[in-house]
């Protein structure tokens, strides 16, 4: 009765986002259907971007997206923030793209993630490997979320 009840409620929560997310108006611009994604850096817009270029794991994503740098609100650093040309994939379909690990805006914070970690400590900072095995099935979903943190993670 209790997995009948848990599997109900993920079912409506997945309804839930799934109805959340919002097409791009078919006459207009598809970039407007895509958020930017925003992290702030604890450095000025000039180390941000030292002679108008771009930090590396930005540069990797090539003409797939648009990067804005601006002054954080409250003098708080740097807002750099991206956003992909292209709309991402919507509905059911961004649901598997999301779990599969293909969605393209996983790339993207991954990108923004690394950006900040190098501009703030000089490095990539990576989440630690586990160090025993969970063979128990929350074990293994823990495990999952470990591999999946640098493309789904907080900014």
């Known amino acids: ?50 002679e108008g ?12 997206v648009e990067v804005r740098v601006r ?13 992909l040309l292209e709309p991402p994939p919507q509905g059911a379909r961004g649901a598997v793209a999301r779990i599969s690990g293909d969605d393209p805006r996983q790339e993207v914070r991954r990108a923004l993630r690394e950006a900040k970690s190098l501009l703030e400590t000089g490095e990539v900072l990576r989440p630690d490997e586990p160090s025993t095995n969970r063979p128990t099935a929350t074990g293994k979903v823990l495990d999952l979320a470990i591999r999946r943190a640098s493309g789904e993670g907080r900014l």
């Open 53 to 64: 270029r771009l930090p590396e794991p930005l540069v990797r994503l090539g003409d797939t």
């Open 71 to 83: 002054k954080a609100p409250g003098g708080r650093g740097t807002e750099l923030a991206a956003r």
């Open 1 to 50: 009765m209790a997995a009948a009840v848990a599997l109900a409620g993920a079912g409506a929560g997945m309804a839930r986002w799934l109805s959340s997310r919002r097409a791009a108006d078919p006459g207009g611009d598809p970039r407007e259907a895509n958020r930017w994604l925003p992290v702030t850096v604890n450095r000025s817009p000039e180390e941000v971007m030292p």
